[in-house]
């Protein structure tokens, strides 16, 4: 007798779910067709996705679906709190004056209106199909909801001040959040972590660098937005230098290095701990040979639809994925995105590289992102033991194994 017999008869007395689809993606291996997911009332896979072509049976009371079943979504790159911004900022701004508007208009919100505007958010990514998100703070008016969340939050405290006398006290103000935040008793994970190349001293590059190694901190920052990043670093020119006196500072430590902004800062991120570098518009091949080279553990996070919204511009998506770079997938926020879907990133995606292969965008969109928040154990693959949340991808083309520009998400399981 089959040895399945015996994995479906010992669920009579447990209450699961047996799901299939049209392709089910368990990310760990290539699409199984009709493959079928047995889940239980905790959301834990009970055994791996199992191919219905190797059973000599067939297999009863399972929920058929249309399209392709895969894991949950991580958001590796959001900024929740600045979710109040959704259809304020101006598109199409460039980065120097979508950063200057940000910093006027964020100070004129009551505390009660951002947290529901916080809290619609969050509803916003459980509908779409995100399990976990990689959030950066620069206050505490999230810590409140992900304390009482289904989500998966990492919480990236967010550091920036060019002026060295700044250093000390935006570096108290950061690890007093760092330190609150810890006291969660649900969703404590967090991280002190630089904001951006141009936006910091060598004062609170250090104090940070030294904090990540003493704390093994994985690290987010935000890299090479626009083309401004370049000049300021290989020339002092350009609007964020521009952007700097407005904000009184004369001189950055880092105008005019001569170098690129990572080779430029390298010094001061560690080479060994979790580094993920966010956006990438402007990223060129040498630029990418370098952060490989200088960083063992290195992710670069894409939001396409933020880069359109801000530059109109995208990275070269194909460049990165020819030199097999880890790829993870971020929303940002609502103050430079119309919606936190990780699945309107990769349609996009797709618009610019059509030939990836969904299994790989998919990669980007789950296993790569819970692996550089370090919760793969848990999420990222549909795999045995695991707790991962469970999507159905609608309107499909189930026969090129690919997505549409109809394609929505239904949670299954969350």
Known sequence: MNNRWFIFARYKSVSVKKLTADYVFPIVRLPVKNGIVIVDDNGMVNENVIDPATLDYSVSDVESYKGFICPGFVNSHCHMELSFLRGVMAEHSGLDQFVIELERIRKELHEEEKAEHIFRAEREMLDNGIVAVGDTSNDNSTFKIK????????????????????????????TKLFNEISRNENNSHASVTPHATYSLSKELFQKIYDFALKTDNIISIHHQESEDENLFFM???GNIKKMHFLFGMEQSEFCNTGLYPLESIAGYIPKSNPLQLVHNTVTTDADIDFATENFANLYWCFCPNANLYIERKLPAFALFYNKKCKITIGTDSLASNKSLSVLAEIKTLL?????????????WATLNGAKFLQIDKKFGTIEKGKTPGILLLENVN???????????????VI
């Open 398 to 412: 189930s026969e090129k194994k690919q997505l549409t520009r109809e394609t929505s998400v239904q949670p299954l």
């Open 147 to 174: 304390n009482n969340s289904k989500l998966y939050y990492h919480t990236f405290i967010e550091c920036f001040a060019s002026n060295p006398q700044k250093a000390e006290k935006v570096f108290e103000k950061a």
């Open 351 to 363: 618009a610019d590289v059509p030939f990836i292969p969904l299994h790989d965008l998919l990669t």
């Open 235 to 237: 020339a002092g020119k």
